[in-house]
């Protein structure tokens, strides 16, 4: 894989894991959407979703990624329900899916 450079994420950060629980179990590959904090004079964009970590964030579904088991850290809470449904809205914003 090219080494990332621009606008993609570098560092650790948490994300949000959007794959299925039955291919969490059997897959060694999760699907994430990473999450950034929010810097003063920083605004989302209208496909990304504003959360509430230790600090006002974003969940970049934007950025869809595909991370080997053994990167994944832990867990460190659950989305509330409605707000997995925005997250899910805006997949198929990102990624012009009809259904």
């Keep these: 894989m090219p080494n990332k450079k621009g606008r993609e994420l570098k560092e650790l950060h ?3 894991v959007v794959s299925n629980d039955k291919q969490n ?3 060694p ?3 994430i959407l990473p999450i950034t904090s929010l810097k ?3 605004e989302a964009f209208p496909f990304q979703l504003l959360i509430q970590l230790k600090k006002p964030s974003v969940v970049l579904v934007d950025q869809i990624q595909t991370l080997d088991r053994e990167k ?3 867990r460190i809470g659950k989305l ?3 707000l997995m449904e925005e ?3 805006k997949i198929h914003t990102v ?3 009809k259904t």
């Design 25 to 27: 179990i059997f897959s």
């Design 80 to 82: 509330d329900p409605k």
């Design 95 to 97: 990624l012009a899916l």
């Design 29 to 31: 590959l999760i699907i």
């Design 40 to 42: 003063v004079g920083d």
């Design 14 to 16: 948490p994300c949000l």
């Design 72 to 74: 994944f850290k832990g």
């Design 87 to 89: 997250v899910e809205k």
